[in-house]
């Protein structure tokens, strides 16, 4: 059953068939509902940027001008898909399709690095069926990317672990500061994409350290993944340099989204109706209203502990939701397959953290992200959104949990057969 070499081949065709499905269902829906998007708002954000990029346009958004609002890394992926198939939303959004049918193929190998080719086939599956990543991979939504990068990311973690845990040859500098430069390329990548990822970046450093007694290399290799992170993010931020006379790494927007989670009217999901009331980019520069936000949600904060708390367990619970916060796409059938799809990976979650003797270092890779994005999205707003990206991971654990089961009930079943038929 899992030696076939076709295996791989038939998960991956079927995520991507799939996702077409889906991007026909959309398509029809949002014909029917006389909108461009199924989401609106961010979506229409990010198409207009990849039309400017596309024609030659200033990188800007809205009246004034904010040229700093979005990092390029989705708006450029739109922008070169547009180049091959136009600027039709559907034709995009199979574009789209195959991006996430790449994603599912980076879990199945890093499902191999952590327990071999029959977890990476069960992590690729999961991946593949998991009902709401075949349904936001679709959408004109920055989500499907940034899980390409994040799980590329993390399985050049896994990498660099199991490189510098090898006892039997000694690395030279080379062989240590090359991949770990590597993996900062890929995290900063992500970062261009996802701007909250930058955390990724230095705690990738600490979990290099786990495990590790020999300390000289690990700082090497951290130093390198830090190295390779900045030097990605670089000409981002000379730009922006150029346009508002401040290194800025990531975006202007991080100010605004803080404060739309720590404010009197916050409610643990998004609402940005205050920035359109408080009108500041009329009286201030984009970076002045980054800054005022800021500070503003800290004050609210110190401000108000208690409901500051309270908050956070509010957007705990939607970072955290079994099925759909939104209720505009949570009919009775969607919820009810999300949440059994949720419990099971859950259940076998469970086993394979248990069960599976996935070491502490791999075991604390995989995990990382999930806890990086859940503290990150205890201040800002949160949603199930955010949380689907970080779940690539995740599966690998489901998928060692589901072998654990096999292993235990099946596969000894089989053999107890077998011996019987022998005597």
């Known amino acids: 059953m899992f030696k076939g070499r076709n295996a791989a081949a038939t998960i991956l065709i079927t995520a991507l068939v799939i996702r077409i499905i889906i991007a026909v269902v959309?398509?029809?829906?949002t014909a029917q509902a006389g909108r461009q998007f199924l989401v609106e708002g961010d979506a229409n954000g990010y198409w207009e940027l990849a039309e400017r990029i596309r024609s030659g346009a200033a990188y800007e958004l809205y009246d004034p001008p904010r040229r700093i609002l979005r990092t390029p890394g989705f708006p450029l992926l739109l922008a070169g898909a547009m180049s091959i198939v136009g600027s039709s939303v559907f034709r995009v959004s199979l574009v789209l399709a195959v991006v996430c049918s790449v994603c599912c193929w980076l879990t199945l190998q890093l499902g191999r690095e952590i327990s071999g080719r029959r977890c990476g086939l069960f992590a690729a599956g999961l991946a593949a069926f998991s009902p709401l990543q075949s349904g936001i991979g679709v959408q004109v939504l920055s989500e499907g990317w940034f899980s390409v990068w994040l799980v590329a990311a993390v399985l050049a973690v896994v990498r660099l672990q199991k490189r510098l845990r090898r006892s039997d040859v000694k690395l030279s500098a080379r062989?240590?500061?090359?991949?770990?430069l590597l993996t900062g390329l890929v995290i900063g990548s992500g970062v261009l994409v996802r701007p909250g990822w930058i955390l990724f970046a230095p705690l990738t450093v600490l979990i290099l350290f786990v495990g590790k007694r020999e300390r000289r290399s690990v700082w090497a290799c951290g130093a390198a993944v830090l190295l390779g992170t900045w030097l990605v993010l670089l000409p981002w931020a000379w730009r922006n340099h150029g346009v508002c006379g401040h290194w800025v790494y990531t975006s202007l927007w991080s100010g605004a989204s803080l404060y739309d989670g720590l404010n009197p009217e916050a409610t643990g999901g998004s609402n940005m109706e205050f920035f359109e009331r408080d009108a500041l980019m009329r009286r201030m520069s984009e970076y002045e209203a980054d800054r005022y936000y800021r500070a503003a949600a800290a004050r609210y904060a110190v401000e108000n502990p208690g409901r500051t708390l309270?908050?956070?367990?509010?957007?705990a619970g939607r970072f955290l939701s079994l099925s759909?916060?939104?209720v505009t796409f949570s009919s009775p059938w969607i919820v009810w397959i999300c949440r059994c799809w949720y419990l099971v990976l859950l259940s076998f979650g469970v086993i394979g953290l248990r069960y599976s003797g996935i070491g502490l270092p791999h075991l604390a890779t995989l995990v990382a992200p999930f806890f990086l994005f859940l503290l990150v999205h205890l201040v800002f707003v949160g949603s199930v959104r955010y949380r689907l990206p970080v779940e690539f991971p995740l599966y690998v654990i489901a998928a060692a949990g589901i072998e654990v089961v096999l292993e235990h009930f099946v596969l000894t079943k089989d053999r107890s057969r077998g011996t019987g038929q022998a005597g």
């Open 26 to 29: 959309v398509e029809h829906q």
């Open 175 to 180: 062989e240590i500061l090359i991949p770990g």
């Open 310 to 315: 309270q908050l956070a367990a509010l957007k």
């Open 324 to 326: 759909l916060n939104d």
